[in-house]
């Protein structure tokens, strides 16, 4: 599963194709390395993406804030902004998985 593909619906609008898992030849399911992903996210641990996300992560969807950087470095960034200005969680709804592709429809809630 070494760079493997996974597809989702982002944490902000629209799609995003990225390397997620690029270190996994796991017996954990796509379905639950995306969860994983999430679950860390909403616990504050950003970094966590240093394991999750491959360094060359692509985002097709508009940048969340302008002059955000590119790859996993960018991604970090973003959820680091999310988290810092309303840390919040994710409640993934559906998930649907082929091969080492998975599509996740996910609501985000933030604090107030």
Known sequence: MAAA??????PWFGRTEARLFPRYKSKLTHY????RFYEEIDKGNINVLDELVAEDYLDHSPAPFPGLETGREGLKRAFRMFWEATPGHHKI?????EGDKVVTRLTC????
């Open 109 to 112: 809630y933030g604090k107030t």
């Open 5 to 10: 593909k996974a597809a989702l619906d982002g």
């Open 32 to 35: 639950q390395l995306v969860r």
């Open 93 to 97: 709804e559906e998930q649907i998985a």
